[in-house]
């Protein structure tokens, strides 16, 4: 670990994991170099079972365990618990690159630091070993490195730190993450995330949002999750997506990847879109017919269980 001036410039990277034994040793290693590293495990129905804590304590983390929600409360809650004024967010499958490790060193120890409260790095995200530079992959800049008085929005899926954008700035290095290395693991997570953003469409339809339009043209964090909370109820979203994904932002020059990941961004809005109709006591009859018909005709191997279960685990 590297040695900050003072407890003001000191980092703790916050890692939350569930059941990762076979990645976390790769993220583990590549953090290090900070202050302190901070492990939650924890997720709907407890706790890991494999030996992702213990790989963690003896790669000197701290770990906690906390029962999961959804993602921005789980962060929300083990924020406060770094020992150290800076945060760098780390997920269980991603790494920080060299030339990352080496910026953040130098900011940290330079009185720099505090001219912004939060820091934006782009993540290559890697999807069947495969690095998509298109379709709006890359550089997916997110503010992961932030003082810790900052929070999440409170969204059940692809929650930001709130911030101004006057008190982010962008750093030069990556965060590389390897989300999926097969079809079989993008689905064993897709039943999740399509309740969770169904369960938050619920919550969206109940408690309608008041719109800040000041705060809409000047603020860009806030403009992004008023689109979001519009765009899973338009009629005819995973077709745009797919437009946006593979035309707009040229997935197409990733080849048969970028098709793919098209398709299935889409096709997750959809399924997102009939939990909601069911959860709200509709039958969507057609909208299951045409999900089997996509995974029989489109997905390969089929993975029928994992996308058509239905919602009653919606909470999970």
């Known amino acids: 670990m590297f040695m900050a001036k003072n407890n003001q410039s000191k980092i703790t990277v916050l890692i939350p994991a569930y059941n990762v034994a076979k990645t976390i040793k790769r993220c583990l290693k590549s953090a290090l170099w900070a202050d302190e590293i901070l492990v939650v495990d924890g997720s709907a129905d407890g706790f890991s079972l494999d030996k992702t804590s213990a790989i963690a304590r003896t790669m000197g983390a701290r770990v906690l365990k906390h029962r999961y929600e959804y993602s921005a409360k789980q962060k929300n809650w083990a924020i406060p618990k770094a020992k150290y004024n800076w945060v760098l967010l780390l997920d269980s499958d991603e790494v920080i690159t060299a030339s990352l490790r080496d910026e953040i060193i130098k900011l940290i120890n330079t009185a720099e630091i ?180 996509f995974i029989k005709k489109i997905v390969p191997g089929g993975y029928g269980g994992a996308i058509m279960d239905r919602v009653g685990a919606a909470g999970d």
């Not at 603020?219 to 765009?231: E, G, H, L, T």
């Open 114 to 293: 505090n001219n912004y409260d939060g820091y934006a790095i782009g993540r290559r995200h890697y999807f069947l070993g495969k690095w998509l530079r298109w379709g709006g992959r890359y550089p997916l800049y997110n503010i992961r490195l932030f003082k810790k008085t900052c929070r999440y929005e409170d969204r059940d899926v692809h929650a930001h730190i709130i911030l101004p954008k006057s008190r982010v700035k962008k750093l030069k290095g990556d965060i590389t993450h390897y989300s999926d290395p097969s079809l079989g693991h993008f689905f064993s997570k897709f039943n999740r995330y399509t309740a969770y953003q169904a369960n938050y469409m619920i919550r969206l339809k109940g408690h309608r949002r008041k719109i800040e339009w000041k705060k809409l043209f000047t603020y860009y964090i806030y403009a992004k999750s008023i689109i979001k909370d519009v765009w899973y109820f338009l009629p005819l979203a995973p077709v745009l997506r797919f437009i946006y994904m593979y035309i707009f932002r040229l997935g197409f020059l990733d080849g048969r990847y970028g098709f793919l990941i098209a398709m299935l961004y889409s096709f997750q809005d959809y399924v997102s879109k009939t939990k909601y109709l069911e959860l709200r006591g509709r039958q969507p009859g057609f909208r299951f017919m045409a999900q089997k018909l």
